[in-house]
């Protein structure tokens, strides 16, 4: 997933604009944007916040004056792919300069709060917000595929258990799909259908909770520091680290440690 924040800026002139990844905009703050299908035929439209428009890809479209702060965001081929219930090899959307889908903005704004808390989550969670979008935006605005057969299985053992391998052996490290998919020989799209389908989880889901599982472990050495936890379990900043064991374990890490240190059950704070 592609994610770049645009500004107003004060150019007047025309320009023509294509993508050929699948793309959406997100509205931040009112404005308005010139678009249209030639250079002499543009329309003005407003918008207000929260307000979505949907890329015309491959073909382009003419952009004139641009007065509104964006979020574009693009999701890939396999992303779109993976949404669907049926097997497709191509998913073509209906673009829209201006429509509204409550679900697609709150996810759009979960990206948005994400980049500008410098990405913490790391690569999984925006790939597991992307197969969210995909499947929002495929079944509410798709117009056209054409169908392939994939296995209906699920990831047998053996895969399952390379996965549980490759999350243990980059605990401290980044780790994205692809590199997941790759792992056990299958296309990206494939695996994050098949990994669901064996285990109920997005990957995302389950290397988040390997992660804290290994953190729960590490946090009951009396010794251990809860920011070296944090690293240890690939966790950028202390605070994320925090927020999320809390989360999970309904209590925050030096807490859950604290309570393990004195042979009680590790239960609800009282603030």
């Known amino acids: 997933m592609r994610v770049d924040l645009v500004s107003p800026d004060s150019e007047t002139a025309p320009r023509h604009w294509l993508r050929h990844d699948q793309a959406f905009a997100l509205m931040l ?22 307000d979505l428009a949907l890329c015309d890809r491959h073909r382009g479209e003419w952009v004139g004056q641009m007065n509104v702060t964006h979020l574009q965001i693009g999701i890939s081929d396999a992303a779109l792919i993976a949404s669907c219930e ?23 704004e979960a990206v948005r709060a994400e ?10 969670f925006l790939d597991s917000i992307e197969q969210a979008l995909a499947v929002a935006l495929v079944h509410g605005h798709a117009v056209r595929h054409r169908d392939v057969q994939f296995s209906r299985g699920g990831l047998g053992p053996a895969r ?12 401290d490290d980044t780790l994205s799909l692809d590199e997941m998919a790759q792992c056990v020989g299958l296309s990206t799209a494939h695996f994050a259908r098949m990994f669901r389908k064996s285990t109920g ?8 909770r390997q992660r804290l599982e290994r ?18 379990c690939g966790f950028k900043t202390q605070q994320h680290f925090a927020q999320v064991f809390r989360s999970i374990w309904g209590v925050s ?11 009680g059950p590790v239960g609800s704070e009282a603030d």
């Open 29 to 50: 703050k009112p404005g308005s944007i010139e678009w249209g299908s030639k250079r002499t035929a543009l329309e003005k439209f407003t918008y207000a916040p929260g």
């Open 86 to 108: 049926g097997a497709l090899v191509e998913v073509e959307l209906c673009a829209s300069r201006k429509f509204t889908d409550s679900r697609i903005s709150a996810m759009g």
């Open 115 to 124: 980049m500008a808390a410098g990405f913490p989550s790391g690569r999984l």
């Open 160 to 171: 399952l258990r390379r996965i549980r391998e490759l999350v243990q052996a980059k605990m």
């Open 201 to 208: 989880q997005t990957a995302h889901q389950f290397v988040l």
């Open 215 to 232: 953190a729960a472990e590490m946090l009951r050495a009396p010794s251990a520091r809860v920011i070296d936890v944090a690293i240890a």
């Open 253 to 263: 890490p030096t807490r859950y440690r604290r309570d393990f240190d004195q042979q």
